[in-house]
Structure formats: structure tokens, C-alpha cells
């Protein structure tokens, strides 16, 4: 019953067919995406990546054997059929399809290949377990909505590489066998047979390499970079992904901001099919933790948190009053929910509980009615309080207050993560309402408790504010980076820097995280001795592509991105990734596996 091509090709894709082709003579190929049998007539919806298309077979007008191949054919069997274009009778029209005015009348068919029932129904509505799509993911990616992804995801990479370029950037390739770096993650390893004993690494960035075509001259640079990272994952994440990489020399952050907020507009216009308005609000990390508790903050949720400190602290109630006491490293920071003021006791315990999941010691509420406080820590507030507390808060009549107490950092950090839970629950929130932000000034250096001494905050090789340069090593915690985060809806979706271009800047950076000098030069040496022959100042960032297609168009995660993408452990269910190795790769390697 299967046939073979035979040299035959198609007239029109299954996406084709308007009025103008009736009467046509048509061939199309694709595959059975629904078989209908009504009462002899046999209806067979064909589909391929362009579109789906409505054929008929009539008993009447077709010879037996070709009747009997059609009656064959089964669901996701690979078809030709050829037969004459005509409109469909009036009334009977398909609105939801772009074809849905035609059909093919068939004459010919041929099954072009079998297929075995697949092992879920491939309708956007049916459900099947993740595990068991990436087990089949090339039937998976026959559905309507990963389909539909990888064509934006295209459609993104396309616009992207044009901007780009008519905006004087070029796209360079850097390597994929790099020499192993501490970046933040673990390196994947690659050994060097010819090298015994030796690796390479597959990079988690292009950040060195970038760097160092701006020392070449290049002046700006693009890339759509592979990155692979050695790290525990989520949903946003996956061992290798794809980022829009870009660098630029001469530039100051704002500078950056404007190509990547142009990149943006220039997609909006040719993807999305809507206008974006810039510039983009900018804000500090400072400003960013004390208004939403988060570096990645959701601006269309209508609450943001208020320090309370000094009103609350006057209050009776104590963990209130210690707050204070303590400042200005501890305080107390409201959160006034719209309207919430309904929620139920069984509710505000599952706050609490949230906010305890993030951290905090505790919460505190009080409804707000009227001019007044209800319930709660309400009775801890004389009269003269409320209105102060309430103008403090930011609370209006209906208002459910919520309240913690403790470290300033820690209480910022449960609050916002608290915020972002109701929000998204509470409120609706349109997710084609994108709200961007830029997030500036991050610090430079953290505080690693568990070697008690100071660590990168993001990476190594961004430049301080110029303002902070005198205290990289003196007083480490007071300096700010010139590093960028640009948010939207609550995820970060790129992130970049002024780059350090100078060798002693670069050195006493790598001093004050513990770093000594022959491991600096023994890592870094190439990119040090790069700053020695005229580096000029230079700055990027880089554009998660994979979260660019699912903020824009759609999905549970990234893995609704990536074509093949790998499980939550790291592997890969269609190909069974990671496998063992022949052993005699090994010996040749030099490598031994040890139980």
C-alpha cells in the first residue's frame, strides 16, 4: 500500500488554497491530521507546517482500488493527494482555518508512509504528561503550539540579526571548546585527546572572547550565542540555551539600553505587530528591593511594599518596637493589597506561611475599614496611629495590610516574594501587557559566609562605578557595579554590564574575592595581557532568546522554546542523553571511571 514519490511534486502547500485557486488541478503532501467517515463520503483533513487543508473523497467518483487506499489511511500516515480545488458549499465554511473556504476534491491518493498510533493525541487541548512528549518530541513538535513556537523563535532571530546589522554590528562566532573558567556555574568538560590529562569546557558565555574583539577593534560585535551551564535547573532554565549576545566599545550604559530598547521595538513592530513605547523605566537595585522585593519586579501588579518603620514602631505591639529599635538594619514593611480586606482568616494564614517559606520571622495583618483598623495587630494602634500608619501604607478603605518585621534585606525579599504570589493570584494580570524595567546599580561584591570573606556579586569583570573605584579593596560592600538586569512581567530577560577594560581595575577586583595572582594570571592571563595593549571601554549585555519567545508568544517554559530541550535532571528522553561511553574511548582518552 505504501508508494513511493516516484518524482512527483507539490503544486501548493496546505496552507495554500484561497478562492482564487478554484478549479485549479492541485497536488498536496502532508499529513492525516483527522479522518472523518459521513456516510460514505470521507473527509480528510491534511496538514503540514503551513496550514491544514479539507479533502474529499466521493465513492461516486473514484475507482475502487483508489477508494480502498483512501479508506486506509489512519491518523498521522504521510499522504499525496491530487484532485481539483473548489470552494466549499455555502454555509459549511471552516472560520478558524486560513483554508477554510476550500477543499480538494480528490481523484488520486497515494500513502506516502504508515504510522504507528501515536502515543497521544497531538491537539493543542489533549494532555499528556511532559515526560511522556519529550519521550516523543518529534511528535510534540507536531502540535499547533510548539509549531507555532519555533517559527516566532525564528521570526525573533531574523528580526534581531537585521537590526543588528543595518545598526553596524557584526556577527562573529566565537569558540565552543574553551578553556575552563570559573563564570559562576560548573563547566560541562570536554577531554583533549590529543592533550592527555587535559580539557576543555563548553562555554557558559561568550563574556571573554566578546571582550576581547573589542580589544581587537571590532566595536560591535553580535552573536546568537549556544551557552552551557552545569547547574541545578527550573523552569527557566536549561543546561544549554540560547542567548542575543552583544557588545559595544566607547559606550556608557545608556548606550546599551537604547540598542537593546530599539531591538525590542523593532520586533514589536515586525513580530508582534504593535507599537513599544521607550525609553523603558529605569530604577536602582536599592530602589528596585526597597519598592517590590525583587530585582525582577512585576509592575503590572497594582501594590508595591512601604517602609513603616516609624509609625509601627510607636505602636504597642513589640516586634514592631524592636524593629525600630534596630535601625536602620532592621524594619518593619507593609504590603496594602487592593480590596482584600475580604480575605479570610484561612487565607492570611496561607500568607503567613508563604512569607515564612521566604524567610520571614512572621506576619502581621490588619484589615482597613473606614478610618479604622480591624483584626490582627489592629488593637496595637491607638487612634492617633491609623491615620498615619494608613497614609504610610499607601492603604485605602478595603485594604488588607500585611506586615513583617526583621533584617531590612530579608523582610524585602519575603515581601516580594509575597507580592508577586498575590498578584498573580489576586488580580488579573493581562500577560500581553508588557511592563519592561531597567534595574541598575547592582553591588559589586557580596559576603560569603561560608568562607567568610567577599565574593563576585554576578561576575568578575564589570567595571565599578567610577564614584566607587577607591574602595574595591578598602570597603568592599559599599561598591556599586555599572551592571543592568532588564526586566519584564516578573522575569529578567537580559542582563549586562560596563565591562572592566583595565588591567590594575581587573586585578584588584580578583584580590578582594581571594583570588591570587598566579591563579589569576594561570585562568585569565590572556584577557590581562589583552588590557595591556590598549583595551577601550566597552559594554553589553545579553538577551535570553529562549525567555524572549515565551514572555512574547506563549508557553509554560523554556522547553516550549527549544526544539529538543532536556528534563528537569538534565536528559534527554527521545535520544537517551547522557549515555555510557565505549570503553575503549576511554583507554584512548586516558580516562577511568571509578565506581
Same mark, same amino acid.
Request: charged share 30%.
Given at each position: ?56 473523497? =466521493?465513492? %461516486?467518483? *473514484?475507482?475502487?482500488? $483508489?477508494?480502498?487506499?483512501? @479508506?486506509?489511511?489512519? !491518523?498521522?500516515?504521510?499522504? &499525496? ?60 513538535? =507536531?502540535? %499547533?503550539? *510548539?509549531?507555532?513556537? $519555533?517559527?516566532?523563535?525564528? @521570526?525573533?532571530?531574523? !528580526?534581531?540579526?537585521?537590526? &543588528? ?60 550565542? =549556544? ?369
Amino acid at each position: 500500500m505504501i508508494e513511493p514519490l516516484r518524482g512527483r511534486k507539490r503544486t501548493h502547500r496546505c496552507g495554500d488554497l484561497r478562492t482564487e485557486h478554484a478549479g485549479q488541478r492541485v497536488r498536496l503532501m502532508g499529513w492525516a491530521h483527522r479522518v472523518r467517515d459521513h456516510g460514505g463520503v470521507l473527509f480528510l483533513d491534511l496538514r503540514d507546517r503551513y496550514g491544514i487543508t479539507q479533502v474529499v473523497f =466521493r465513492p %461516486e467518483k *473514484l475507482e475502487p482500488p $483508489m477508494l480502498e487506499k483512501a @479508506r486506509a489511511i489512519g !491518523s498521522e500516515y504521510v499522504v &499525496l493527494v491530487e484532485g481539483t480545488a473548489k470552494a466549499r458549499p455555502r454555509g459549511s465554511e471552516n472560520q478558524d482555518l486560513a483554508t477554510g473556504a476550500m477543499e480538494v476534491e480528490a481523484d488520486e491518493v497515494a500513502i506516502l508512509n504508515a504510522s504507528r498510533t501515536p502515543p497521544f493525541p497531538l491537539d493543542d487541548g489533549a494532555t499528556a504528561s511532559e515526560d511522556l512528549r519529550l519521550r516523543y518530541r518529534y511528535l510534540d513538535l =507536531r502540535r %499547533e503550539i *510548539l509549531k507555532n513556537s $519555533m517559527i516566532f523563535r525564528h @521570526r525573533i532571530v531574523r !528580526s534581531v540579526r537585521e537590526y &543588528l546589522s543595518d545598526e553596524g554590528f557584526l556577527e562573529i562566532e566565537t569558540p565552543l571548546l574553551v578553556k575552563p573558567t570559573p563564570e559562576g556555574a560548573r563547566d560541562y568538560v570536554v577531554p583533549a585527546r590529543l592533550h592527555p590529562g587535559k580539557f576543555y569546557a563548553l562555554p557558559q558565555s561568550p563574556q571573554l572572547y566578546k571582550q576581547i574583539l573589542m580589544v581587537a577593534g571590532f566595536d560591535r560585535y553580535f552573536q546568537i550565542a =549556544r551557552c552551557l551551564r552545569d547547574e541545578d535547573l527550573r523552569a527557566d532554565r536549561q543546561p544549554e540555551f540560547t542567548q542575543i549576545d552583544l557588545e559595544m566599545s566607547f559606550v556608557t550604559e545608556e548606550d546599551v539600553f537604547q540598542v537593546v530598547e530599539g531591538t525590542l521595538q523593532s520586533l514589536f513592530r515586525r513580530d508582534l505587530d504593535r507599537e513599544l513605547k521607550t525609553p523603558f523605566p529605569r530604577v536602582t537595585y536599592d530602589d528596585a528591593m526597597a519598592r517590590f522585593g525583587s530585582d525582577k519586579p512585576d509592575l503590572r501588579i497594582p501594590f508595591e511594599i512601604k517602609d513603616v518603620t516609624e509609625v509601627s514602631g510607636a505602636s504597642a505591639f513589640e516586634v514592631f518596637r524592636s524593629a525600630k529599635a534596630g535601625a536602620p538594619k532592621t524594619a518593619t514593611l507593609a504590603l496594602a493589597v487592593p480590596g482584600l480586606a475580604t480575605a479570610s482568616r484561612r487565607e492570611i494564614d496561607g500568607y503567613e506561611a508563604s512569607a515564612k517559606q521566604a524567610g520571614a520571622a512572621g506576619l502581621a495583618w490588619a484589615r482597613v475599614k473606614g478610618s479604622a483598623l480591624d483584626g490582627g495587630v489592629a488593637k496595637h494602634f491607638g487612634a492617633d496611629l491609623v491615620s498615619k500608619l494608613v497614609d504610610a501604607a499607601g492603604a485605602r478603605e478595603g485594604d488588607l495590610l500585611l506586615f513583617a518585621s526583621g533584617e531590612r534585606p530579608l523582610v524585602q525579599r519575603a515581601l516580594g516574594f509575597l507580592r508577586t504570589q498575590i498578584g498573580s493570584a489576586a488580580f488579573k494580570l493581562d500577560d500581553q501587557d508588557f511592563r519592561f524595567l531597567w534595574v541598575h546599580r547592582f553591588p559589586l561584591f557580596e559576603w560569603v559566609e561560608g568562607r567568610r570573606g567577599w565574593g563576585p556579586a554576578h561576575h568578575i569583570f564589570t567595571m565599578p562605578l567610577d564614584e566607587d573605584l577607591p574602595h574595591i579593596e578598602t570597603d568592599p560592600g559599599r561598591v556599586r557595579a555599572q551592571l543592568y538586569d532588564l526586566a519584564a512581567n516578573g522575569n529578567e530577560l537580559a542582563s549586562g554590564s560596563i565591562r572592566i577594560h583595565r588591567k590594575d581595575v581587573q586585578e584588584a577586583v580578583m584580590r578582594t574575592i581571594g583570588m591570587k595572582p598566579e591563579e589569576a594570571h594561570g585562568k585569565f592571563g590572556f584577557l590581562l595581557e589583552a588590557f595591556e595593549y590598549g583595551a577601550p571601554p566597552h559594554g553589553g549585555i545579553a538577551l535570553g532568546l529562549d525567555r524572549l519567545v515565551i514572555l512574547f508568544n506563549g508557553g509554560d517554559s523554556i522547553r516550549d522554546a527549544i526544539a529538543f530541550p532536556k528534563t528537569a535532571s538534565a536528559t534527554s528522553l527521545m535520544d537517551g542523553a547522557p549515555a555510557p561511553i565505549d570503553p575503549a574511548d576511554l583507554k584512548e582518552l586516558r580516562i577511568r571511571i571509578e565506581a
